[in-house]
């Protein structure tokens, strides 16, 4: 069981880890072995950055509840505490996504601009889920009102090997614009509200605010981050191998959005959630 000292650096710095007991290893043992065979059927089309990063949206073949498909129950501990801090009784999961690092990442794929591949490698392409780009101008709308990211380690993998990252503290900065920015508005008010600038601006100061942190895990070790936490995923160098012999570093994120309505995702800055 995690203690309240987790919960506390939760609402502190937008993430907590929570450790890996035997039934988290055992379901991300599980989880490696389904994913492995669900990417092999993966197009290449859908490897980005030069084929050294797989999204693996919904790639992970789980129940409602997050059991695997011969009954493995998922993490209980982590998605205890990811409902408990939202104040909400459990809601079906969706197939997890696992993302799929391989060394070298990332290399200028496509898909990205010179820009956007600039901040990728400089600011690790640093983000908060759910703020999609729309329209041939790209400007940025809420369009997945995601309640909590919940990463759950497959394989090992250290620092140097393309970790998640995070920024202590960047969801108060966040929320705060967030909530200026959609303060009063309805729910349709919110999804027409154009949050580009707001969203750059409060990002930059995070930037400069906020303490970037690599965060490696353990396979069935879990990460939990508030929905505004700013994250993203750090380089690997290609001359760094991989621990898993697959020579990937893969993670099982669930991303459950159990808002029926977009004012829930707005933050209340009188409660500071």
């Given at each position: 069981?995690?203690?309240?000292?987790?919960?506390?650096?939760?609402?502190?710095?937008?993430?907590?880890?929570?450790?890996?007991?035997?039934?988290?290893?055992?379901?991300?043992?599980?989880?490696?072995?389904l994913?492995?065979?669900?990417?092999?059927?993966?197009?290449?089309?859908?490897?980005?950055?030069?084929a050294?990063?797989?999204?693996?949206?919904?790639?992970?073949?789980?129940?409602?509840?997050?059991?695997?498909?011969?009954?493995?129950?998922?993490?209980?501990?982590?998605?205890?505490?990811?409902?408990a801090?939202l104040?909400?009784?459990?809601?079906?999961?969706?197939?997890?996504?696992?993302?799929?690092?391989?060394?070298?990442?990332?290399?200028?794929?496509?898909?990205?601009?010179?820009?956007?591949?600039?901040?990728?490698?400089?600011?690790?392409?640093?983000?908060?889920?759910?703020?999609?780009?729309?329209?041939?101008?790209?400007?940025?709308?809420?369009?997945?009102?995601?309640?909590?990211?919940?990463?759950i380690?497959?394989?090992?993998?250290g620092?140097?090997?393309?970790?998640?990252v995070?920024?202590?503290?960047?969801?108060?900065?966040?929320g705060?614009?967030?909530?200026?920015?959609?303060?009063?508005?309805?729910?349709?008010?919110?999804?027409?509200?154009?949050?580009?600038?707001?969203?750059?601006?409060?990002?930059?100061?995070?930037?400069?605010?906020?303490?970037?942190?690599?965060?490696?895990?353990?396979?069935?070790?879990?990460?939990?981050?508030h929905r505004?936490?700013?994250?993203?995923?750090a380089?690997?160098?290609?001359?760094?191998?991989?621990?898993?012999p697959?020579?990937?570093?893969?993670?099982?994120?669930?991303?459950?959005?159990?808002?029926?309505?977009?004012?829930?995702?707005?933050?209340?800055?009188?409660?500071?959630?």
């Amino acid at each position: 069981m995690t203690g309240p000292e987790t919960g506390a650096q939760l609402a502190h710095d937008g993430w907590c880890r929570v450790p890996a007991d035997a039934g988290a290893r055992s379901w991300a043992a599980g989880a490696l072995s389904l994913a492995r065979a669900a990417l092999s059927g993966v197009q290449a089309d859908q490897w980005r950055c030069g084929a050294t990063w797989c999204v693996g949206l919904d790639l992970l073949p789980n129940g409602p509840a997050g059991h695997l498909p011969d009954g493995t129950p998922p993490p209980e501990e982590a998605l205890r505490l990811a409902w408990a801090h939202l104040g909400r009784a459990p809601a079906a999961l969706h197939p997890a996504q696992v993302s799929v690092l391989r060394p070298g990442y990332p290399r200028h794929g496509p898909e990205d601009s010179a820009a956007a591949f600039r901040y990728r490698l400089e600011r690790d392409a640093a983000h908060v889920d759910g703020l999609l780009p729309c329209g041939p101008a790209r400007r940025r709308h809420l369009r997945e009102a995601h309640g909590f990211i919940l990463g759950i380690g497959l394989t090992a993998g250290g620092t140097g090997q393309g970790p998640l990252v995070v920024w202590n503290g960047s969801h108060r900065v966040l929320g705060a614009a967030f909530a200026e920015a959609l303060a009063g508005l309805d729910a349709n008010g919110i999804a027409a509200t154009d949050l580009t600038e707001t969203y750059q601006t409060a990002r930059r100061a995070v930037f400069t605010s906020c303490d970037r942190v690599p965060v490696a895990l353990a396979p069935g070790e879990a990460v939990l981050l508030h929905r505004h936490c700013l994250h993203g995923i750090a380089p690997w160098p290609a001359d760094i191998p991989a621990i898993d012999p697959s020579g990937f570093r893969m993670t099982a994120y669930f991303r459950p959005a159990p808002f029926e309505d977009l004012r829930e995702w707005v933050p209340d800055q009188s409660l500071g959630t």
